[in-house]
Each structure stands twice: as structure tokens, then as C-alpha cells.
């Protein structure tokens, strides 16, 4: 079983940068996808983006195309987000996931099967 520890988040305005990071341990990091989701306020958890265990392929959301990275250093273990040009509507508490399967593109929700105990972003207008 895979434990997942996000760190980063915090608050930042409109227009502004943050990024949050997940390390990983307890199995083999660098065979399995990695992505983050997100949950606002009274939503629903929503895909925000994923990697490919190697970090070769990245599939974002549509919302955050263009301004959100996602990146890996299998070496140590961890996947960073970067997030640029920040808009309020961001604002939500965002997890760190892994896939359920080695090897494999995790292109739903339904292909993590280890979530991080999520870390709050808030984007002020």
C-alpha cells in the first residue's frame, strides 16, 4: 500500500503562483501514474491532471490547461504541481493520487486506488 504526503498550498491572489508537492513511499514509485484532483466547497472531486510513471505523458483538465504542471522526480519519489496564473474559482482542497495499476496511463478516477490527505489552496479575488 502506498502512502502519499502532500505538502505546499496556502493562500495566494488572483493571478498568483503556488505550487504543492506529494511524496510517496511504500511501494515502487517510478512504475506507477500519479495525479491530482481537486474538491471546492459543496463539489464534487474533480481530475485535475495526471503523469505517466515515467513522466512522458501528462493529460490535463481543461480548466487548467496552459496554466497548471504537473511534473515527477522519480529519484526522490515526489510529483509537484505547479500552478500559475491562479483564479479564485480554484480555490479547493487538492489530493494527490496513484494509480491502481503498473504501468499504465490513469486516464479516470476510477484508476487511483491511494489518495493523500489533501492540502488546501485558496485563491483570494
Known amino acids: 500500500q502506498v502512502q502519499l504526503v502532500e505538502s505546499g498550498g496556502g493562500l495566494v491572489q488572483a493571478g498568483g503562483s503556488l505550487s504543492v508537492s506529494c511524496t510517496a513511499s511504500?511501494?515502487?514509485?517510478?512504475?506507477?501514474?500519479m495525479g491530482w484532483f481537486r474538491q471546492a466547497p459543496g463539489k464534487e472531486r474533480e481530475f485535475v491532471v495526471a503523469?505517466?510513471?515515467?513522466?512522458?505523458?501528462?493529460n490535463y483538465a481543461d480548466s487548467v490547461k496552459g496554466r497548471f504542471t504537473i511534473s515527477r522526480d522519480n529519484a526522490k519519489n515526489t510529483v509537484l504541481l505547479q500552478m500559475n496564473s491562479l483564479k479564485p474559482e480554484d480555490t479547493a482542497v487538492y489530493y494527490c493520487?496513484?494509480?491502481?495499476?503498473?504501468?499504465?496511463?490513469?486516464?479516470?478516477?476510477?484508476?487511483?486506488?491511494?489518495w493523500g490527505q489533501g492540502t488546501q489552496v485558496t485563491v483570494s479575488s
Open positions: 511504500g511501494r515502487t514509485f517510478s512504475n506507477y501514474g
Open positions: 503523469i505517466s510513471w515515467n513522466g512522458g505523458r501528462t
Open positions: 493520487a496513484a494509480s491502481r495499476y503498473i504501468f499504465t496511463f490513469p486516464s479516470r478516477q476510477e484508476d487511483f486506488g491511494s
